[in-house]
């Protein structure tokens, strides 16, 4: 896992985009969403219900993540954590797996 940089492309009035911060490829998917509040980890994959799970504590605020896909085949993770009155951005990056093993969280 290493950190990379987080990309928008504006498509619109107050609107943009998130590409692919390996190669900018806008065709990007949300594959599942984790909540974290001290240790308390509410995840919400793409192919089964929520789950309910409890860890170690890793921050002293909340932490959002949510795992994207590119269609491009790469794979990421966008976490936003609150410490201190500030809300960091941090994008890190998957291995590649190939397109048979990436879905979205929810779509029609
Ligand atoms: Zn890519």
Do not use: Y
């Amino acid at each position: 896992m290493s950190a990379l940089p987080f990309r928008l492309k504006p498509t619109g009035d107050n609107e943009s985009a998130i590409l692919c911060p390996v190669c900018g490829d806008d065709g990007v998917h949300i594959a599942s969403v984790e909540v974290d509040r001290g240790g308390s980890v509410l995840t919400v994959p793409s192919q089964t219900e929520a789950i309910l799970s409890q860890r170690a504590r890793t921050a002293r605020g909340v932490v959002l993540a949510i795992e994207m896909w590119g269609e491009c085949g790469h794979r990421f993770v966008v976490r936003l954590q609150f410490h201190k009155g500030t809300t960091f951005l941090v994008v890190d990056s998957r291995p590649e797996v190939g397109p048979a093993v990436c879905h979205d969280l929810w779509r029609d």
